[in-house]
């Protein structure tokens, strides 16, 4: 070997000796980094198993997971749909992630996405003569009010009766469906479209194709490449990264936060050493509820530009996997959206490669599945490793 190979693999030893050193003396990312490894392992254990329904369909998994990779990562235009499709995702995901730090098992982010979506929707229809600089911003806090009060209703019962959150929040599920749907949109639409009348101008959600008809960022060149009129990516996106960050600051650098977190671990212990454990169930299911509001919001201002029937997509259901696969971190949750954002977004071009639409499915259902089972798996070797050093 050379003396300028030794010398490039001793710098090579150092560097990675350097990292693993400061991995191993910091908890906190080293807990991270086996968090999404587990992940990681989930998703291709899910993949591999995943091979086997696609060679039952008669179809080659190479060619179906390339058809996958190629309809949500193989164009600008399709990664830009992935964003778009991850939206929702990513926002009920932060939403019950943040439910799930107060030990709380918030399956009631549907119906939050609903009822956000439709005040969102009303208030953008309704207000005629607002400015846009007031109107969409009114738009959107109104569609995260109504999910957070949405959501604060369990959060009450739980907190003062000790209803259990799950029961409560399936019934407002249906009870979102009846009042938004079935009285809201039958009540208020005006032809034949199952669905509310569309929104004012003024309270739509900025597209990223509409960049090019900006007064100064059309004379930018790179702004041709969001010209394609079919990219649906709107402000919701960055709303969704916004509401991550904010969430992150939240639970780990407030006092807010930490209370949130003591409760879920030990609501008991938390209460004995102080904490308002009612006040903080009631407030982490209202900012829960907020956060799928703001979900909804976006769909309505967004993507449909009014609340219409099957808006919802099951996107509060996907959000509780989305917030398992990311460990309840929000960048965790950020990935865990953009993979089932990808999922859906490829699974379209999957059927053009011949594989059935519900193999994607499949997938999904996999992957929640092999997360459950490692976790399981996990505990399993912490408890083995505990009995071991208690002998």
Same mark, same amino acid.
């Given at each position: 070997?050379?003396?300028?190979?030794? +010398?490039? %693999?001793?710098?090579?030893?150092?560097?990675?000796?350097?990292?693993?050193?400061?991995?191993?003396? $910091?908890?906190?990312?080293?807990?991270?980094?086996?968090?999404?490894?587990?992940?990681?392992?989930?998703?291709?254990?899910?993949?591999?198993?995943?091979?086997?329904?696609?060679?039952?369909?008669?179809?080659?998994?190479?060619?179906?997971?390339? &058809?996958?990779?190629?309809?949500?990562?193989?164009?600008?235009?399709?990664?830009? $749909?992935?964003?778009?499709?991850?939206?929702?995702?990513?926002?009920?995901? !932060?939403?019950?992630?943040?439910?799930?730090?107060?030990?709380?098992?918030?399956?009631?982010?549907?119906?939050?996405?609903?009822?956000?979506?439709?005040?969102?929707?009303?208030?953008?229809?309704?207000?005629?003569?607002?400015?846009? /600089?007031?109107?969409?911003?009114?738009?959107?806090?109104?569609?995260?009010?109504?999910?957070?009060?949405?959501?604060?209703?369990? =959060?009450?019962?739980?907190?003062?009766?000790?209803?259990?959150?799950?029961?409560?929040?399936?019934?407002?599920?249906?009870?979102?469906?009846?009042? &938004?749907? +079935?009285?809201?949109? $039958?009540?208020?639409? +005006? =032809?034949?479209?199952? &669905?509310?009348?569309?929104?004012?101008?003024?309270?739509?959600?900025? %597209?990223?194709?509409?960049?090019?008809?900006?007064?100064?960022?059309?004379?930018?060149?790179?702004?041709?490449?969001?010209?394609?009129?079919?990219?649906?990516?709107?402000?919701?996106?960055?709303?969704?990264?916004?509401?991550?960050?904010?969430?992150?600051?939240?639970?780990?650098?407030?006092?807010?936060?930490?209370? #949130?977190?003591?409760?879920?671990? %030990?609501?008991?212990?938390?209460?004995?050493?102080?904490?308002?454990?009612?006040?903080?169930?009631?407030?982490?299911?209202?900012?829960?509820?907020?956060?799928?509001?703001?979900?909804?919001?976006?769909?309505? *201002?967004?993507?449909?530009?009014?609340?219409?029937?099957?808006? +919802?997509?099951?996107?509060?259901?996907?959000?509780?996997?989305?917030?398992?696969?990311?460990?309840?971190?929000?960048?965790?949750? #950020?990935?865990?959206?953009?993979?089932?954002?990808? *999922? &859906?977004? =490829?699974? !379209?071009?999957?059927?053009?490669?011949?594989?059935?639409?519900?193999?994607?499915? /499949? #997938?999904?259902?996999?992957?929640?599945?092999?997360?459950?089972?490692?976790?399981?798996?996990? /505990?399993?070797?912490?408890?083995?490793?505990?009995?071991?050093?208690?002998?």
């Amino acid at each position: 070997m050379s003396e300028p190979q030794k +010398d490039s %693999n001793q710098k090579f030893k150092k560097i990675t000796s350097v990292f693993k050193e400061w991995i191993s003396g $910091n908890s906190g990312v080293k807990s991270t980094l086996e968090e999404l490894g587990f992940s990681l392992l989930s998703i291709i254990t899910a993949m591999i198993v995943g091979s086997l329904f696609i060679l039952i369909a008669g179809e080659s998994p190479i060619t179906a997971y390339q &058809a996958l990779f190629e309809g949500s990562f193989g164009s600008f235009d399709y990664f830009l $749909n992935t964003l778009w499709r991850s939206t929702p995702l990513i926002l009920t995901g !932060l939403a019950v992630a943040f439910s799930f730090r107060a030990g709380l098992f918030n399956i009631g982010a549907e119906g939050q996405l609903i009822i956000g979506g439709f005040a969102a929707a009303m208030v953008g229809y309704v207000f005629t003569d607002l400015p846009t /600089i007031i109107h969409l911003p009114v738009s959107v806090l109104a569609g995260m009010v109504a999910g957070g009060l949405w959501a604060g209703i369990p =959060g009450l019962l739980k907190a003062k009766r000790g209803v259990h959150e799950v029961i409560v929040t399936i019934m407002l599920n249906h009870i979102a469906i009846s009042v &938004a749907i +079935d009285y809201g949109i $039958n009540n208020f639409r +005006d =032809g034949g479209r199952q &669905a509310t009348p569309y929104v004012q101008e003024t309270a739509e959600l900025f %597209n990223f194709n509409q960049l090019g008809e900006h007064s100064i960022l059309q004379h930018f060149p790179p702004v041709d490449i969001f010209a394609a009129p079919a990219i649906n990516l709107h402000l919701g996106f960055i709303f969704a990264l916004i509401a991550a960050v904010i969430l992150w600051y939240i639970m780990w650098k407030t006092t807010l936060g930490y209370e #949130i977190r003591a409760v879920g671990f %030990n609501s008991s212990a938390a209460e004995y050493g102080g904490v308002n454990v009612a006040k903080n169930i009631i407030l982490a299911m209202v900012i829960s509820g907020a956060v799928a509001g703001l979900a909804g919001a976006s769909e309505a *201002l967004g993507t449909h530009r009014s609340f219409i029937s099957g808006m +919802d997509a099951g996107h509060g259901f996907t959000g509780i996997a989305v917030a398992l696969l990311g460990r309840n971190h929000p960048i965790g949750v #950020i990935l865990g959206g953009l993979l089932f954002g990808a *999922l &859906a977004q =490829g699974g !379209l071009h999957m059927q053009f490669a011949g594989v059935p639409q519900e193999i994607v499915t /499949i #997938i999904q259902a996999l992957v929640i599945f092999f997360i459950a089972s490692l976790q399981m798996f996990k /505990i399993f070797l912490v408890r083995r490793k505990a009995k071991g050093e208690a002998k």
